[in-house]
């Protein structure tokens, strides 16, 4: 069995390939230049985690998370585009390199090409059931996008409303990744739903985390300026629980500032955020969403040693400091 | 058997249900709403009639014919998108009516649900090819469009890069759609790639047809009205070989057309194009293209009665006046 740091190292080796053909290189310059950009593969590695939570990998299973990472890209890419965001890891996005039409098009191939992957996947029952679980799982992501833009359109958007948006957007992808990974390692239909439970809620509870560094954590320990999401107004659990519980006086203030551009903004809404004790509220929530992914794994019929690996995942991938 | 005309109505009638979940329906509506926008569907026909040429229907073809329509009508939405497209059929556009985001994105589920009804094809050697046929069609559809946007920015495209271009963006979906049909009944290798070709070089034709009445073409017959490619200085089979076999001196004339904006302009490149003999030109491209097709019809070996629908739909789609 392996740790998330060997599978992530062998995943790194086996994805540095060209997935695409050589010409119209106008097409797949931009598709490969976006996939040299890197990242940390935690979907596809947890796919391979998934299969040997339960058995020996198979063969196939690379092809499977291979096909999940081109799909992320995939996300990437086209939400580059819709957020006309200039940078992504520090580089410019598709669209601003290359032009909107050409990133749409490097977007559409890359899906293309996870599909590619996944028919590569000996035909069976499993296979039906992965591009099936693939299928809805896309289909969710994009709901999500949809839904998020849909939000930015509207000022009251409630907790329960935006939990379901963020499911959508940036957990059931991390659930669907183990659950092909447990499908190909044979589990049984409960197994795989629990494993699917505990990468959905680990999800949610990284997104929690991601919300709260960006705006209470030390720039140093983060990687990046924090404060980013409340300059861009940006819908986040934090502002969301903040506008759903704070006073009405509070409530106007934090609007004030919302619409206000100055320097003293952050600060202003952090500021607000301690009243309303979002800071406190939020690394419960976190922590909740991953004791609820860890029981979720701990129900899972197999042995505990084989869980170990993905016990420390999930600690791994929320244990950033506050 | 049946006859185009007979397939149609019932394709029509087949894929007149919901292929979307109700909700989001800021996102799911869009997508509905292109679908309604109508079309000849000939391609999933095509499928449906291309098993047919080899043996009985098969239940499961019916879900790859949606699958290409829902295929044929992302890469439409996509393309809108790319082109600025205000109406399509005399409507608005997806991204005119809903916005570009919205527009990308009912896209890409309309390609994810093109993906959901080939994974309804029964399991087998059939599916795997069926797949790999579409996958790979599908990225050449897409490359089509790309080298169709670089020849935008490029003044000087010969004939050979251009029928490349345009035999990836309008003829290979055509050929691919009656060698799916052919593989789901049963055809030979050989069978399937004389099919593949038929259809492929009957693309050819049409389009050839296409842009010869878009220039030549009487507006009452041709439904449209003409001239529109030459407003636009769209490059097409005319104006390639134009620029190609004019003279010094009519290029001259014929650039300078292109680069006015005058209400003189349609009148005057229709002039240069029949100096340059380009519409009798077009009249023998389109029907050699027209012949080969048929040729490979013939060289398929089933009886000659099987064939006869496909022979009428070769007919039926080149032959408007002119």
Request: aromatic share 10%.
């Given at each position: 069995m392996h740790q998330f740091?060997e599978?992530s190292?062998?995943f790194?080796?086996y994805?540095?390939r060209?997935h695409?053909p050589?010409?119209?290189?106008?097409?797949y310059?931009?598709a490969?230049y976006?996939l040299?950009l890197?990242g940390k593969?935690?979907?596809p590695?947890?796919?391979?985690?998934?299969?040997e939570?339960?058995?020996d990998?198979?063969e196939?299973t690379?092809?499977?998370?291979?096909?999940i990472?081109?799909?992320?890209?995939f996300?990437?890419?086209h939400?580059?585009?819709?957020?006309?965001?200039?940078?992504?890891?520090?580089?410019?996005?598709?669209?601003q390199?290359?032009?909107?039409?050409?990133?749409?098009l490097?977007?559409d191939v890359?899906?293309?090409?996870a599909?590619e992957y996944?028919n590569?996947v000996?035909?069976g029952i499993?296979?039906?059931?992965i591009?099936n679980l693939?299928?809805?799982t896309a289909?969710e992501?994009c709901?999500g996008?949809?839904?998020?833009?849909?939000?930015?359109?509207?000022?009251?958007?409630?907790?329960?409303?935006?939990?379901?948006m963020i499911?959508l957007?940036t957990?059931v992808?991390?659930?669907?990744?183990l659950?092909m990974?447990?499908?190909?390692g044979g589990?049984?239909?409960r197994?795989q739903q629990?494993?699917?439970?505990f990468?959905?809620k680990?999800g949610?509870?990284?997104?929690?985390?991601?919300?709260y560094?960006d705006?209470?954590?030390?720039?140093?320990?983060?990687g990046k300026?924090?404060g980013?999401?409340?300059?861009?107004?940006?819908?986040t659990?934090?502002?969301?629980h903040a506008?759903?519980t704070a006073?009405?006086?509070q409530r106007s203030?934090l609007?004030?500032?919302l619409?206000?551009n100055?320097?003293?903004?952050?600060?202003?809404?952090?500021?607000?955020?301690?009243?309303c004790g979002v800071d406190a509220w939020a690394?419960?929530?976190?922590?909740?969403?991953?004791?609820e992914a860890?029981?979720?794994?701990d129900d899972?019929a197999?042995v505990?040693k084989r869980?170990e690996?993905?016990?420390?995942?999930?600690l791994?991938?929320?244990?950033r400091?506050?």
């Amino acid at each position: 069995m392996h740790q998330f740091s060997e599978f992530s190292t062998q995943f790194a080796a086996y994805f540095d390939r060209n997935h695409f053909p050589d010409v119209p290189q106008t097409l797949y310059d931009p598709a490969r230049y976006f996939l040299a950009l890197g990242g940390k593969r935690v979907r596809p590695v947890a796919c391979l985690m998934g299969n040997e939570l339960f058995d020996d990998l198979r063969e196939d299973t690379w092809n499977v998370a291979v096909a999940i990472e081109l799909f992320h890209n995939f996300t990437l890419i086209h939400d580059d585009i819709m957020d006309k965001a200039p940078l992504r890891r520090n580089k410019e996005t598709v669209h601003q390199k290359y032009g909107e039409s050409t990133a749409l098009l490097a977007g559409d191939v890359m899906l293309v090409a996870a599909y590619e992957y996944l028919n590569k996947v000996t035909a069976g029952i499993a296979k039906q059931q992965i591009v099936n679980l693939f299928n809805k799982t896309a289909k969710e992501v994009c709901e999500g996008q949809q839904l998020d833009m849909d939000f930015e359109k509207n000022a009251a958007v409630d907790f329960d409303a935006y939990l379901h948006m963020i499911n959508l957007k940036t957990s059931v992808l991390l659930g669907a990744s183990l659950q092909m990974g447990a499908i190909m390692g044979g589990a049984s239909e409960r197994n795989q739903q629990l494993l699917y439970q505990f990468g959905r809620k680990l999800g949610l509870a990284f997104q929690v985390q991601d919300d709260y560094l960006d705006a209470f954590g030390d720039p140093q320990k983060f990687g990046k300026q924090t404060g980013g999401d409340i300059m861009a107004n940006k819908k986040t659990f934090l502002l969301i629980h903040a506008l759903q519980t704070a006073t009405d006086g509070q409530r106007s203030e934090l609007q004030a500032l919302l619409q206000s551009n100055t320097p003293e903004k952050v600060h202003g809404v952090l500021k607000m955020f301690q009243q309303c004790g979002v800071d406190a509220w939020a690394v419960e929530l976190k922590e909740r969403y991953r004791n609820e992914a860890l029981q979720h794994l701990d129900d899972i019929a197999v042995v505990s040693k084989r869980k170990e690996p993905l016990k420390q995942l999930a600690l791994f991938l929320t244990q950033r400091e506050h």
